[in-house]
């Protein structure tokens, strides 16, 4: 079921990437199931703004908050853009010439649209194989420099989402507007299930929701328990 201790500013990460993966990489695959994915996107688009509009309205008389905010967003972005960028860079070298299973674990359109954490961990990896490995790759100190560069930055993101967390902003819009999104996060992940398992497909629920995969960020999150409620 969905994961109750994903908070306000994950709701915007794991909504996007839900429906970005299932537009991409499920519709078309069951064409019965084809009205059903259209109407859980365009659900999870709505109650993913839904809560974005009300965090905007919660944060927009903190100045601290709205600076933190801004902070994260540049650095994201170039950490995205750099993965993408290699990857293509790898794929532009002679077939056979350079290991790409090696530097990616899955498509880098896939991982270019992880959450923070987890874009950290695939970029310490794309580093720790140009040291191994990098030898036949063109350019790798260029390379090197540049997603070091992009791995850096996202310290600054996970600092700034940090700084945010911990000055929590709460109103009965803000909460409703969560709970909503909740719901309608847990019915995608149903309908997607039953798509994948009428389709034949193998595909991990967590190429689709990015929930499933990450490591929990709410203080005192655990699988095996209830959630409460948090901001």
């Known amino acids: 079921m969905a994961d109750a201790y994903i908070d ?57 908050l709205h600076e933190a905010t801004m902070a994260r967003e ?54 720790g194989s140009l040291d191994e490995l990098g030898g036949s790759v063109r350019e790798q100190g260029h390379w090197r420099d540049e997603i070091a560069r992009a791995r850096h930055g996202l310290d600054t993101v996970l600092a700034a989402d940090q700084r945010v967390r911990l000055r929590q902003v709460r109103s009965a819009g803000l909460e409703a507007a969560r709970q909503h999104w909740l719901r309608v996060y847990e019915a995608t992940k149903h309908l997607v299930a039953a798509a994948l398992a009428l389709s034949g497909s193998t595909v991990p629920m967590d190429e689709f929701f990015d929930d499933l995969a990450d490591v929990h960020h709410a203080e005192g999150a655990r699988d095996d328990e209830p959630a409460a409620d948090v901001g």
């Open 8 to 64: 306000y500013d994950e709701t915007r990460i794991y909504g996007e990437y839900a429906i970005e993966q299932v537009a991409h990489h499920l519709a078309g695959r069951l064409r019965e199931f084809d009205p059903a994915l259209h109407l859980a996107v365009g659900a999870l688009r709505a109650a993913t703004d839904g809560v974005a509009q009300q965090l905007h309205q919660a944060r927009s008389g903190d100045p601290e």
């Open 74 to 127: 540049a650095p994201l972005a170039e950490a995205r853009e750099v993965i993408v960028r290699f990857a293509r860079h790898l794929e532009s070298h002679r077939p056979g010439s350079v290991p790409y299973g090696a530097f990616f674990v899955e498509p880098a359109s896939t991982l270019s649209q992880r959450g923070p954490q987890r874009l950290l961990a695939a970029l310490d990896h794309v580093l």
